[in-house]
């Protein structure tokens, strides 16, 4: 038995498109499964650990919206041991993009029936587990920023979802101000002077393929760390084309950093955010559990850079 976890809203309106679709292919390939529509991403996580509770054996927990609806169920997949399925239908997918899953739905679902169970490492920050990456400064102002734009919703609606982080680039680069940091990597600080972004990174990519991270891998136990400083403005705006292909990690206010564990801390207060979803302001410490979930994917295919 499968459990679907759909947001019909993710992706503005991705979420029920994909569930229509895969629905009627799951009724084609006579598989058993329950749904679980949810309106929020932030009330999935409740609505999946009472699911969860209501079986002893679940074949995987297939959520069908974006990464913050992933990252919301999480823990009640930690607390199960259920393996996540993916049908990606957010903004970003960066999650469906780190493991080789398809984008198109029925393929996607594929996967979930006919793949493999990898093990996949996970980010804990606080109380809080993350898949992608737990970013802070810059990109996590970016962030903020989108979510609570209107041009989201239009890019969403026009399938265009990575066009609203550019747009947020830009709209961010106005008023953000780096300042000074500390990031702590196995017992040895590093002081870095006019930062704008700290990301510590599990997958490659966030923000819709963006790859901040290239060599990051989900499965070697390990944590990426990418700061950005010491730059201007017009070097950063520079600096995001070179992302898309991972190549920022040659340039000279680009450094890339391994490890463990890693504590980061602003002189001025700055957001993080973890797969997309905020997780408010101040110092991060956050730690690599190894191998804590276990991800459908395609047989094949290897997590990890592209």
């Known amino acids: 038995m499968y459990l679907f976890v759909i947001n019909p809203r993710s992706g503005g309106g991705a979420g029920r498109r994909a569930w229509l679709r895969a629905e009627k292919r799951l009724k084609e390939r006579a598989v058993e499964y329950e749904a679980l ?4 991403a932030s009330g999935a996580g409740r ?7 209501r079986r002893e054996k679940w074949s995987a927990c297939v959520v069908v919206g974006g990464d913050g609806t992933i ?5 009640a997949l930690l607390a199960s041991g259920v393996p996540l399925g993916i049908l990606p239908a957010g903004s970003g997918n960066d999650t469906a ?3 080789g899953i398809p984008l198109e739905p029925e393929a996607a679902l594929d996967a979930v029936l006919d793949g493999a169970s990898v093990p996949a490492d996970l980010l804990l920050a606080g109380d809080s587990y993350t898949l992608t990456a737990v970013a802070s400064g810059f990109d996590a102002q970016v962030a903020e920023n989108v979510n609570a734009s209107r041009y ?3 890019c969403n609606a026009l399938h265009a979802g990575p066009l609203a982080y550019l747009i947020g680039v830009l709209e961010t680069l106005i008023t953000f101000k780096p300042c000074r940091a500390s990031v702590v990597l196995g017992g040895q600080e590093q002081h870095f002077e006019d930062v704008w972004l ?8 966030y923000g819709g393929g963006l790859l901040i991270a290239p060599q990051a891998r989900p499965d070697d136990g390990r944590l990426d760390v990418c700061v950005v400083h010491g730059c201007s403005r017009m070097q950063l705006l520079r600096l995001f084309p070179t992302v898309l292909t991972g190549s920022h990690v040659s340039l000279p206010f680009v450094t890339m950093l391994r490890g463990t564990s890693a504590a980061i801390r602003f002189d001025r207060e700055q957001p993080a955010i973890g797969d997309g979803e905020s997780l408010g302001r101040g110092a991060l410490a956050v730690r690599c559990e190894p191998g804590a979930l276990r991800v459908l994917a395609p047989r094949g295919a290897d997590p990890g850079p592209a």
Do not use: I, W, Y
């Open 97 to 99: 993009r780190g493991f």
């Open 152 to 154: 989201k919703r239009v």
């Open 198 to 205: 700290a990301s510590v990174c599990n997958l490659p990519s």
């Open 47 to 53: 609505d999946v650990m009472q699911a969860l509770a």
């Open 71 to 75: 990252h919301s169920v999480l823990s």
């Open 37 to 40: 529509h949810t309106e929020s």
